[in-house]
């Protein structure tokens, strides 16, 4: 991905000002003649913008005087190392069937809930509220849970396992 006679550096920012930063750094490329490659605010990571250029130098006069930048943290990173923020991983992959979750947001935020589904192509999840009076399936947005308790269901499959062995 990378030329190579270009690194990746690190800002620290504000948490909560990446997306403002980047506007203003991105502006900046044409009227100051500012040589980046490429400026990424990766959403896991709160309060670091990634800067591709050929030097150090081009990344401090890009971000010289705005506001809310804490500094540039010194050396530079490999591709490899932040490969994980750059290809995003499906809010269902770590969820399964008998989970309990937490719903974070929504009219029920706060619940807990057990998984009854998963619909990976929506990146939809069908709970089963635990205060409810009547078992009524609800669903979900999987960005909006929150993993509680993972199902027994690891254990059993490594038990069975075990007694397969024997």
Request: no cysteine; hydrophobic share 40%.
């Amino acid at each position: 991905m990378a030329a190579e006679n270009t690194n990746i550096y690190i800002v620290r920012t504000t948490i909560g000002q990446e997306k403002g930063i980047a506007h203003v750094i991105s502006g900046r490329v044409s009227t100051r003649e500012v040589d980046l490659k490429a400026i990424l605010v990766p959403e896991p990571l709160k309060g670091y913008i990634f800067i591709e250029a050929r030097s150090p130098r081009e990344v401090e006069l890009a971000i010289a005087g705005i506001p809310h930048i804490k500094g540039i943290i010194p050396g530079k990173i490999l591709i490899d190392e932040i490969e994980h923020i750059l290809i995003p991983t499906p809010p269902t992959e770590d969820l399964e069937i008998g989970d309990i979750v937490e719903i974070t947001g929504g009219p029920f935020k706060g619940e807990r809930a057990r998984v009854m589904r998963i619909d990976t192509s929506k990146d939809e999840i069908t709970l089963e509220l635990f205060e409810a009076p009547s078992p009524i399936p609800v669903k979900v947005h999987a960005d909006f849970i929150r993993i509680v308790e993972r199902s027994e269901r690891e254990d059993t499959e490594e038990e069975e396992e075990e007694l397969l062995e024997l």
